[in-house]
Each structure stands twice: as structure tokens, then as C-alpha cells.
T-cell receptor, first 114, second 116 residues
């Protein structure tokens, strides 16, 4: 079955540091890949997505590139801010079994200090 | 409404009690998903509706769990005879279309269920 593996958190950084959160996946079909973010007290919201190999999704300074050869979709940001503190979820959707039910990773907590 | 709304925000139940969790999706959204999120874990799929039809309930952990969406809008997740292992955050999400590969999900803030 489909699965998503994320690096364990929390990831603790100082403001303006470089961020990488690793995500690898196993999929039956050809998935679309997503990063969702959950700020404290709020619901998950889509951060970015990529739908085919070598596509780069980007939003709010975050980027992730769909790497089919390594089955990875690592999230990066060049300079984090305190306001980026949140939980980040990697997810995939590939239609295995006939319907597109997104599968999520366990989430990685990011804490950014001033 | 502006977003997906879930109620109650918090629910404390005694073991053996029945509970009902409500989800109001974004108006006009065709697809509705329920997920269960245990502490420190990611969302785990429970069930999926397309309008009023429940197309996938493969994630429901036991026959104590039941979901409905009778008019294709509001959905209710019911848990009968709650057990301690049911303690989790229950997330509802909706999407505009019929659940395609690239579809964006809109999530509610969840209902945190604690079974004592």
C-alpha cells in the first residue's frame, strides 16, 4: 500500500536558518505529492504540490521538487521566520484502489527561535 | 461558510458512551473525508463521501464507527460504545471536485475526543 515517511521532529532552528524536512514515499501508482502545514490551533492547509516527476512546487518561500528516481519530496526554505513555526505534513494521492484518498506522513514539527 | 467547520471542538466521553461529531464542509464541495489523528501521528483515513454517497469506508476501525452525509452537505461521524483507544483528533476535510489526483483538501480544525 501507499505510505509516506517523514523525518522525526521537532526541528529547532534560529531565525534566518536554512530548512530541510525530508519526505520519502511508497506508492502503487503515479502519485501527486503535497506538503500541508498546520499552524497552532488551526486546520491543515495546503502549502504546495507537484503532480509529475521533476516538477517543483513553491509557495511562501518554501520549495519541494518531485524526485521520482529517489521517491522523495523534500521541503526546503532558504531563510525561516518565527512565523513558520508549525507542523508540516507530507502527503500523496495516486488513485490506488480506484479513488484518490490522500495518504499523510506523521508530520514534522518546526520550531523557529528569534 | 468561509471554511470547514467542525463541532464540538472538544468532547470528553465516558467509556461506553456514544458520541456524534459534526462536520460542515465548504458550501458546494462535492467530496468529504474523515481522518483520525492520534497524538504525534499523521491523519489516518477513515471514510470518504462523494455528495451523499459513501464511496469508501475501508478506514473505519470497527463497526462501532458510522458516518453519514444524508443530503450531501453536513456529515456526522458517530462512535458507539466509545473505548479509550478512540481518543484522538477527528479531522474533516472537503474538496471541490470528485476527488481527483491533484485535488486540494480544505481541513477543519478538528474535534479532540477524550475517552475516560
Amino acid at each position: 500500500g501507499d505510505s509516506v515517511t517523514q523525518m522525526e521532529g521537532p526541528v529547532t532552528l534560529s531565525e534566518e536558518a536554512f530548512l530541510t524536512i525530508n519526505c520519502t514515499y511508497t506508492a502503487t501508482g503515479y502519485p501527486s505529492l503535497f506538503w500541508y502545514v498546520q499552524y497552532p490551533g488551526e486546520g491543515l492547509q495546503l502549502l504546495l504540490k507537484a503532480t509529475k516527476a521533476d516538477d517543483k512546487g513553491s509557495n511562501k518561500g518554501f520549495e519541494a521538487t518531485y524526485r521520482k528516481e529517489t521517491t522523495s519530496f523534500h521541503l526546503e526554505k532558504g531563510s525561516v521566520q518565527v512565523s513558520d513555526s508549525a507542523v508540516y505534513f507530507c502527503a500523496l494521492s495516486d488513485g490506488a484502489g480506484g479513488s484518490y484518498i490522500p495518504t499523510f506522513g506523521r508530520g514534522t514539527s518546526l520550531i523557529v527561535h528569534p | 461558510g468561509a471554511g470547514v467547520s467542525q463541532s464540538p471542538r472538544y468532547k470528553v466521553a465516558k467509556r461506553g458512551q456514544d458520541v456524534a461529531l459534526r462536520c460542515d464542509p465548504i458550501s458546494g464541495h462535492v467530496s468529504l473525508f474523515w481522518y483520525q489523528q492520534a497524538l504525534g501521528q499523521g491523519p489516518e483515513f477513515l471514510t470518504y463521501f462523494q455528495n451523499e454517497a459513501q464511496l469508501d469506508k475501508s478506514g473505519l476501525p470497527s463497526d462501532r464507527f458510522f458516518a453519514e452525509r444524508p443530503e450531501g452537505s453536513v456529515s456526522t461521524l458517530k462512535i458507539q460504545r466509545t473505548q479509550q483507544e478512540d481518543s484522538a483528533v477527528y479531522l474533516c476535510a472537503s474538496s471541490m471536485g470528485t476527488g481527483g489526483r491533484n485535488e486540494k483538501l480544505f481541513f477543519g480544525s478538528g474535534t479532540q475526543l477524550s475517552v475516560l
